[in-house]
């Protein structure tokens, strides 16, 4: 009997905290200027953080494509803070493509290079047989070409579109002028707004003797890596080699990016949950006596705290919506802007997406939590008394 | 509904001061009102009337002295909502209606807090507009209302959980005269149709005269005539 009177009260409490969710909407519209000033705190903090993350996500996946392009192992200097800096000498990778377990190994030297009016392009030294050239879908010039002649650089085809050159023109890099060999088209942003230089070419250019920055390690057997890694690193105690999934979990650079965008999506959402707080206070000391109204005509304490929430969760929600639309807006635009040469190709994966629109709900309720406690607290009578 | 002569409220030595006792409003009242009473609380203004009526509502509570609403304690916090959603209804001198919105959500504000069905509430907010001749007026929002229409709406939403008793705090206090008196006669009329006690404050004597009996306050005391 009990138990049936607890589920019919629980149920019929259900009810009418549901019902009162339908004057939340209608208390949004009757101050809309309010709502609005809440939804777009909350929308623009959305849109940061989708643009922000979205970049940082797609830069680390374009970086991460590079270094992995048909390999399952990276080696690189040990305890070197960013792989710019990184040296692995050409002993090493003659050591490294000995190993039984190698089918092929593919070094790389990074470098940045002004060209031109640009004073920043990645430039990738490379060999004639790295598989990106292959991969690659040739616009102009002969791939077979690559590495022939000492004065012949290659071009992604976004790098020679910004550059506004062509196959047989020359171009100033640095302190040198290059004659273009040829361009190809990569679906990678990074090496589509790149120079590439044949290995030995770019080691002279960066004055890097025989380093490399890194090497790309294709296994025969994948199942023999951890021998491979235990040989790599007892032969060379200076060089690390790291399974691709580990260098990315474990890489710093990536780290700090992806710390730093949630850092700054984070403060952005702090600025729209002030906003949801600020919106959702003046909301409720201005309407002082209406809630006294309410609490006269029975609301609990409970149902004004739910309207208030309910008012601030449905600006969260709002908010979030534009919030997608103004971010997947800015990052299409900035896809096809030729100034970012190519380097923003946005990736936003399903957990961001979630991340998002909890740190939004979860920012808007906060922010609601001392309008909701304030507005629960309204003495009925001393709001009315001055009538 | 409540039977004829059933005592609905009874209040004892209820006193009640402000600003740390330095101001007392009112001094040992008490009082008994039977349903389907109405009863007037005539007396000056700042004579306390609307304060008793506060007390009685459990919107603001006594410094001593005990009261009984509808059989419940409007001291205690789960009945005074016991009372709020389903025993009493409050009609003020401003209305208190909650602007932006129509008559009709208006009327409704009580359902909500009670969870009645949509359409049961439909149901009654039709009813109640037909009895005090809203119903043309349900989809317009407050600020188009008259001050007669707009206190004929907040007797709607008082009667809408089906009280059994009003606690009306100067009804006709912003209303001219013909208006006033159409909305005093209106509440007689529904009071007398439900069964419904009023305790009704007003410093106008014609309608206290009214009332089936009349309670002056004064100095914070009560005394029947």
């Not at chain 1, 609005?36 to 680390?60: D, E, N, P, W």
């Not at chain 1, 890596?225 to 790291?242: S, W």
């Not at chain 2, 007669?148 to 606690?167: S, V």
Request: proline share 3%; glycine share 10%; net charge neutral.
């Amino acid at each position: 009997m009990s138990g049936w009177f607890f589920r019919r009260w629980k149920r019929h409490r259900w009810l009418s905290d549901m019902r009162i969710l339908s004057l939340v909407l209608v208390n949004l519209l009757r101050h809309r200027l309010r709502a609005f000033i809440g939804v777009a705190g909350i929308s623009f903090g959305v849109a940061a953080m989708l643009t922000i993350l979205a970049i940082v996500t797609g830069a680390i996946g374009m970086f991460e494509r590079i270094l992995s392009t048909d390999s399952h192992y990276l080696v690189f200097e040990r305890n070197v803070s960013d792989l710019f800096f990184s040296s692995v000498t050409s002993d090493q990778v003659a050591s490294i493509r000995e190993r039984p377990e190698v089918e092929e190994a593919h070094p790389m030297l990074f470098g940045i290079v002004a060209v031109g009016d640009h004073p920043m392009v990645t430039c990738f030294g490379i060999e004639a047989t790295d598989p990106r050239l292959a991969t690659g879908e040739w616009l102009a010039g002969d791939r077979a070409m690559f590495g022939v002649r000492d004065d012949t650089l290659y071009l992604g085809s976004r790098a020679a579109e910004f550059l506004a050159v062509q196959a047989g023109d020359e171009i100033e890099v640095g302190r040198g002028t290059f004659r273009v060999g040829g361009v190809f088209k990569n679906e990678n942003g990074f090496e589509d707004g790149g120079v590439f230089m044949p290995l030995s070419m770019a080691q002279d250019f960066f004055q890097r003797e025989t380093a490399s920055s890194v090497v790309a390690v294709k296994l025969r057997e994948e199942s023999t890596g951890p021998t491979f890694k235990a040989a790599v690193e007892m032969d060379h105690p200076g060089i690390i080699a790291l399974e691709n999934r580990e260098f990315s979990q474990s890489y710093n650079s990536f780290k700090i990016l992806n710390f730093t965008a949630w850092a700054v999506g984070i403060c952005a959402f702090c600025l729209g949950g002030l906003g949801v707080a600020n919106t959702m206070l003046m909301s409720v000391f201005s309407r002082i006596r209406e809630i006294a109204v309410l609490r006269v005509c029975g609301f609990s304490n409970r149902q004004v705290t739910m309207m208030i929430f309910g008012e601030a969760s449905m600006i969260a929600l709002a908010g979030v919506l534009v919030g997608f639309g103004i971010g997947f807006g800015v990052l299409a635009v900035m896809e096809h802007t030729p100034q970012f040469q190519g380097y923003v190709q946005a990736s936003i994966t399903g957990s961001v997406m979630v991340g998002i629109v909890i740190t939004a709900l979860f920012t808007a309720v906060a922010g609601a939590i001392y309008p909701a406690i304030y507005a629960s607290k309204v003495q009925p009578a001393e709001a009315l008394r001055y009538e | 509904m409540s039977d004829r002569g059933e005592i609905i409220v009874r209040a004892k030595q209820v006193t009640k001061s402000y600003d740390d006792g330095r101001i007392t409003v009112l001094h040992g009242v008490s009082l008994e009102v039977r349903a389907g009473e109405v009863v007037g609380l005539w007396g000056a203004s700042g004579s306390g009337k609307s304060t008793l009526l506060h007390l009685l509502g459990g919107l603001d509570l006594p410094d001593a002295g005990t009261m009984e609403v509808c059989g419940l304690d409007p001291t205690r916090e789960v009945d005074r909502i016991e009372l709020r959603r389903h025993q009493l209804g409050y009609i003020f001198q401003m209305h208190n209606l909650i602007p932006d919105l129509t008559v009709e959500e208006n009327v409704r504000v009580p359902a909500l807090a009670i969870g009645t069905p949509r359409a049961e509430t439909a149901k009654r907010v039709r009813e109640l507009a037909d009895k005090v001749d809203i119903r043309h007026r349900l989809h317009h929002r407050i600020q188009d209302l008259s001050g007669g229409e707009r206190q004929r709406t907040a007797i709607c939403r008082a009667l809408m959980n089906g009280p059994r008793l009003l606690l009306a705090d100067e009804p006709t206090g912003s209303l001219d005269e013909k208006t006033g008196n159409t909305v005093f006669a209106l509440l007689k009329e529904m009071a007398e149709q439900n069964n419904i006690a009023i305790l009704l404050a007003t410093h106008e004597r014609r309608f206290a005269e009214q009332c089936s009996r009349v309670l002056r306050v004064r100095d914070g005391q009560l005394s029947e005539i």
